[in-house]
Structures are given as C-alpha cells and as structure tokens.
C-alpha cells in the first residue's frame, strides 16, 4: 500500500483554476477552464494567437502561496495545484492536469510589478522572496475530449517529451 506522503509525491490535484481577463487585473476563479492545444487557457489574456509560446499557463503550488501568505490567484497563475513536487520538476515534463497534457517549459520568473499588484510594502523584497517559487511555465500539448481541467482534477507527471519529436 502505498503511502499519502509517497502517492503526494507523484501526483496531486487541482486546488483552484483562475482565468486572467485582462493584464493587470484581479484573476476571475472559475470551476473549470477549456484547455487549447498550443494556446493555453480559453479566455486567458496568456491564450496565445501564436503558437509555441512557452508562457501558456503558469501553475503554482499551494504550499508556496500558504508560505507567502497568499491565495489562488494571487501570483497570477492559472493553475493553482496540491502538488509539492512541482518545483523539482524539469522543462520538458508533461503533466497531465484534467483533459490536458501540459509541458512544463520552465520556472516562471517573478516579474517586478508582482508586487504592486499585490499592494506589498516592499516590493523588492517580495519579488526577492519570490526567486525559485513563483511556479511553472507550461504550454498545452494535448487535449483528450473537450480538453476541460476541472477543479479537483489530478495532476500526474507522464514523464518527459521526447525533444527530437518537437
């Protein structure tokens, strides 16, 4: 039998989904989003008309918000998961988040008006203490169905993509 700390390692699940209508502005949570194959979310101001973006969704763990004291949403990612490995992951794994695979792309580097956007004091700081937490950038590969993520939908590492295919 496998145990919640070993099973928490290689999988997890989807805590929160938020839609980023507009730059600058408050994320609008939603229950499910539609997954775009090499575009990200729909209605996302990140979907990209473009493709191959490597910045189609941001996805955060929720032990990184609850260490800075913030919620889902709040660094302005999409996908907000319960899912502590997911800092340790390398660009090009693929998860599998709902009806969409993901390929992570790399750490999202905080910007410097993350801050601002939050009405923190000391910005600086903030963006500092962000440094290797702020998530992972990922763009969507693969969509089985309608291609929904859903709240409460797994999260699974599928290993990584063979990068001689791309």
């Keep these: 039998m496998t145990t919640p700390t070993a099973n928490h390692a290689t999988s997890g699940r989807v805590i929160s989904l938020q839609i980023l209508v507009g730059h600058r502005e408050r994320p609008e949570p939603v229950r499910r989003a539609k997954a775009l194959v ?8 990140h979907g990209k008309k473009k493709t191959g973006s490597h910045r189609q969704v941001l996805i955060v763990d929720r032990a990184t918000l609850q260490e800075l004291g913030l919620q889902p949403g709040d660094l302005r990612e999409q996908i907000t998961v319960d899912f502590p490995a997911l800092e340790t992951l390398a660009a090009g794994t693929l998860l ?11 750490p999202c580097e905080p910007c410097t008006h993350i801050g601002q956007l939050l009405s923190v004091t ?16 990922a763009r969507v590969v693969a969509v089985d169905g309608e291609g929904f993520i859903r709240v409460g939908d797994s999260v699974t590492p599928l290993g990584s993509r063979d990068r001689t295919q791309v």
């Design 96 to 106: 599998r988040v709902g009806e969409a695979t993901c390929e992570l792309t790399g």
């Design 38 to 45: 090499d575009h990200g979310l729909e209605g996302d101001v």
């Design 122 to 137: 000391d910005t600086v700081a903030f963006q500092q203490e962000l440094q290797g937490r702020r998530g992972q950038l």
